[in-house]
């Protein structure tokens, strides 16, 4: 209780003060702010920049080279006229550095003689001959046999068409076949015809060489055969129907 009392009283003294102290402050200032003269404010002034434009260069004359003077020509002195000499005294030479020393002449150009042209006529040469035509290249024997077996074909339907039969081989029922041998030329003219193999009847035999007389001369043989004498076995047959 005393505690809270002691505080009360404290608290009413500081309260107190501070009254005491805040109307002493308003006093002073009732005094003292009256005489207080406050100078008038002056508005700040304004800076003004202006940009001057760069004035034009002005042309400044163009440095022309002082022309250079021209050297000095050197002042000939004339010389002075030379002084007769007395018949009696020789002629005194000039001396050595006076002197002028003779200048040899240019040579004349070489003259180059060149050797005169002698035109000829053109000759003539004559064009080469015409190239031989090729030569034929020999037939090879593979091309003979097959052309032999041809022709030997051709001649036996040639000598087929002049087949007679005998009427003694047809009586008595003979047949077979008769090979001949006929040596023919390039041509297919017949040089010699004989029996390479018979047929086991004379008459058949000699009426297959009757038969070869009568078809002759045969037709050319191929280009493999041509133009050379060959010889050639050609059946006959002879056969009942």
Not at 92 to 111: G, I, L
Not at 136 to 141: I, K, T, V, W
Request: no cysteine; aromatic share 6%; glycine share 4%.
């Amino acid at each position: 209780m005393a505690f809270s009392t002691y505080y009360s009283d404290l608290r009413d003294h500081a309260f107190a003060w501070a009254l005491t102290l805040s109307i002493g402050l308003h006093v002073l200032a009732a005094i003292y702010l009256p005489n207080m003269h406050f100078d008038q404010l002056v508005p700040p002034k304004i800076l003004e920049v202006k940009l001057a434009l760069p004035e034009k260069p002005q042309s400044e004359p163009l440095n022309t080279p002082e022309p250079m003077p021209a050297p000095p020509q050197p002042q000939i002195k004339p010389r002075p006229a030379p002084k007769l000499a007395q018949a009696s005294s020789p002629v005194a030479e000039p001396p050595p550095s006076h002197r002028p020393e003779p200048t040899a002449a240019p040579a004349p150009p070489a003259v180059i003689s060149a050797p005169a042209k002698i035109e000829t006529p053109p000759a003539f040469t004559a064009p080469p001959p015409p190239p031989e035509p090729p030569k034929p290249s020999a037939p090879s024997q593979q091309d003979m046999d097959a052309a032999r077996t041809l022709y030997g074909n051709l001649l036996a339907r040639e000598i087929a068409k002049h087949k007679q039969y005998p009427k003694v081989a047809q009586m008595r029922g003979w047949q077979g076949r008769v090979i001949v041998e006929l040596q023919i030329d390039g041509s297919g003219n017949v040089l010699s015809s004989i029996i390479h193999d018979p047929s086991g009847y004379e008459v058949l035999d000699r009426q297959a060489l009757e038969m070869v007389k009568k078809a002759s001369p045969f037709p050319s043989p191929p280009d493999a055969l041509r133009g050379r004498t060959f010889n050639i076995l050609v059946p006959v047959s002879f056969r009942l129907e």
